[in-house]
């Protein structure tokens, strides 16, 4: 983790969203931390990295999602040469769907 990121408050917020346990309770949370911009951007920013995750163009990326080639290649840089954060959350997600399908 970068350490320039990492203070008493980044921890807070951690440990706050971490606390939150329904999908409701999220909207509620994050309605009121976020403005809708920055909700919108964030959601952007793991729907294109699903996307390239699944292969697809950034052409394909742009036109279904909006997001700007420059907002694809920071994603990509990401997942590429990031901390694993965005694949740890798609395999925590296919993860769940795959327990919930099976009940």
Known sequence: MNK???SEAVDQLFEAVLCLETREECYDFFEDICTVNELLSLS??????GMLRDKKTYLD???KTGASTATISRVNRSLN?????YNLVFERMEQDKN???QI
Do not use: H, M, P, S
């Open 4 to 6: 320039k990121l990492r």
């Open 44 to 49: 952007q920013r793991l729907e294109v990295a």
């Open 61 to 63: 990326i742009a036109e």
């Open 81 to 85: 040469y990031g901390n694993d954060g």
């Open 99 to 101: 327990e919930k399908a």
